[in-house]
């Protein structure tokens, strides 16, 4: 049986290993030990292997390489013009190699491969949308476009469309799916965090502006304004990088804010265990494997009310639910800071839900679909 995988992830190929970014990896491992041979079509790098990346585990690979194109500008979609009939071509191809094609969605290769599986009525194919489903929100034209492809079951068929959460407007297609990024024998015993200390905030992300991370950094500012003992340590790197590093410099944050730009799994998993709170105010996600993570080593998330994120806490009873505000952010801290007990209670409820979601629970619900 071979697997076609369907993708805008820029893959690295250095010494006859084949790199992506590490979470993406980690899952198709996982899908790749069910088949016989790969074929992935995506863009190709010759960039350097960041701590970020890892490699695929499969022995029998074949990658078939596109451009990696955009369209957020009128100059980059004339350009694209250009580029998509040849990648159009290159993913019917691709399609034609394959038991199974599995598209990643939502993104330019996603939209692509949204419009061609069409023509592949009879074939088994699964889609993994990681953004946000959620029917109400706001989002650009070609993400909802996708939505409308991959639940249309006269252009859709024979697919099964992972999506994060339950909404009342799915279609037949659709099958409510989670991600993992631990293993069951990875779990252990975090000591219990005392609010008496220094308050440990954490951000860890891409430095983007839909991930806000300046609202993280304004946050210890306000808190320490405050009297509160607290830090916060940011994981990643982006475009707002150099804003951040700006207000960091301009108020002299240094004793308190910790810039680690991207580091590996593990020391990011130590940031996780050793922090009393997540910020994450994201204006937009599916499942956010972050929150889920700081979830599992006892990091309570304060975060916005974004896609399926208040069905992950609760709706407050696992962590804190706020507006896209940097007030409600200090807000909510201070009031667990002030109710010790609630915190507590929090982090336990957090821990135990999150911790049903490991990898081994992933991999079985994968062979399921297959």
Same mark, same amino acid.
């Given at each position: 049986m071979i697997? =076609?995988?369907?993708?805008?992830?820029?893959?690295?190929?250095?010494?006859?290993?084949?790199? *992506?970014?590490?979470?993406?990896?980690?899952?198709?491992?996982?899908?790749?030990?069910?088949?016989?041979k790969i074929v992935i079509v995506a863009p190709i790098s010759f960039e350097e292997i960041r701590v970020i990346d890892a490699a695929y585990q499969h022995s029998n690979i074949k990658v078939i390489?596109?451009?990696?194109?955009n369209i957020t500008s009128l100059k980059n979609l004339i350009k694209s013009l250009f580029v998509i009939p040849n990648i159009c071509w290159k993913i019917f191809k691709?399609?034609?190699?394959?038991?199974?094609?599995? /598209?990643?969605?939502?993104?330019?290769?996603?939209?692509?491969?949204?419009?061609?599986?069409?023509?592949?009525?009879?074939?088994?194919?699964? *889609?993994?949308?990681a953004g946000n489903w959620d029917p109400k929100s706001k989002q650009p034209f070609t993400y909802k476009f996708q939505k409308w492809i991959l639940g249309n079951t006269l252009l859709s068929k024979n697919i099964k469309v992972l999506i994060y959460g339950k909404w009342s407007e799915k279609s037949k297609n659709n099958i409510p799916f989670f991600t993992a990024s631990y293993h069951e024998h990875e779990i252990e015993e975090i000591a219990k965090k005392d609010l008496n200390k220094t308050i440990k905030l954490l951000f860890v992300g891409t430095f983007s502006i839909g991930k806000q991370p300046l609202i993280s950094v304004r946050t210890v500012h306000q808190l320490?304004?405050?009297?509160?003992?607290?830090?916060?340590?940011?994981?990643?790197? =982006?475009?707002?990088?150099k804003k951040v590093q700006k207000y960091i410099d301009d108020h002299q944050l240094h004793r308190?804010?910790?810039?680690?730009?991207?580091?590996s799994k593990e020391v990011v998993k130590q940031a996780f265990q050793r922090s009393h709170f997540l910020i994450f105010i994201s204006k937009s996600e599916g499942w956010p494997k972050v929150v889920?993570?700081?979830?599992?080593?006892?990091?309570?998330?304060?975060?916005t009310k974004v896609s399926c994120v208040p069905a992950?806490?609760?709706? =407050?009873?696992?962590?804190? /639910?706020?507006?896209?505000?940097?007030?409600?952010?200090?807000?909510?801290?201070?009031?667990?800071?002030?109710? !010790? !007990?609630?915190?507590?209670?929090h982090v336990e409820r957090a821990r135990t839900w999150s911790q049903q979601f490991t990898l081994d629970t992933f991999e079985k619900a994968i062979k399921e679909l297959l």
């Amino acid at each position: 049986m071979i697997f =076609g995988i369907i993708t805008h992830t820029i893959h690295k190929i250095t010494d006859g290993q084949i790199y *992506a970014y590490e979470p993406y990896v980690k899952e198709m491992n996982l899908w790749s030990k069910n088949f016989d041979k790969i074929v992935i079509v995506a863009p190709i790098s010759f960039e350097e292997i960041r701590v970020i990346d890892a490699a695929y585990q499969h022995s029998n690979i074949k990658v078939i390489s596109i451009p990696n194109f955009n369209i957020t500008s009128l100059k980059n979609l004339i350009k694209s013009l250009f580029v998509i009939p040849n990648i159009c071509w290159k993913i019917f191809k691709g399609m034609q190699q394959v038991d199974h094609i599995h /598209l990643r969605c939502p993104g330019n290769v996603g939209l692509l491969g949204c419009v061609v599986q069409v023509f592949f009525s009879s074939k088994v194919k699964t *889609a993994k949308y990681a953004g946000n489903w959620d029917p109400k929100s706001k989002q650009p034209f070609t993400y909802k476009f996708q939505k409308w492809i991959l639940g249309n079951t006269l252009l859709s068929k024979n697919i099964k469309v992972l999506i994060y959460g339950k909404w009342s407007e799915k279609s037949k297609n659709n099958i409510p799916f989670f991600t993992a990024s631990y293993h069951e024998h990875e779990i252990e015993e975090i000591a219990k965090k005392d609010l008496n200390k220094t308050i440990k905030l954490l951000f860890v992300g891409t430095f983007s502006i839909g991930k806000q991370p300046l609202i993280s950094v304004r946050t210890v500012h306000q808190l320490s304004k405050k009297g509160i003992d607290v830090s916060l340590d940011m994981y990643g790197n =982006g475009s707002e990088f150099k804003k951040v590093q700006k207000y960091i410099d301009d108020h002299q944050l240094h004793r308190i804010v910790k810039l680690h730009g991207n580091q590996s799994k593990e020391v990011v998993k130590q940031a996780f265990q050793r922090s009393h709170f997540l910020i994450f105010i994201s204006k937009s996600e599916g499942w956010p494997k972050v929150v889920a993570e700081s979830m599992f080593w006892s990091c309570l998330p304060v975060s916005t009310k974004v896609s399926c994120v208040p069905a992950m806490l609760d709706y =407050g009873n696992r962590g804190a /639910l706020i507006n896209n505000n940097l007030q409600e952010v200090v807000e909510k801290i201070e009031s667990y800071i002030d109710h !010790k !007990k609630m915190y507590v209670e929090h982090v336990e409820r957090a821990r135990t839900w999150s911790q049903q979601f490991t990898l081994d629970t992933f991999e079985k619900a994968i062979k399921e679909l297959l």
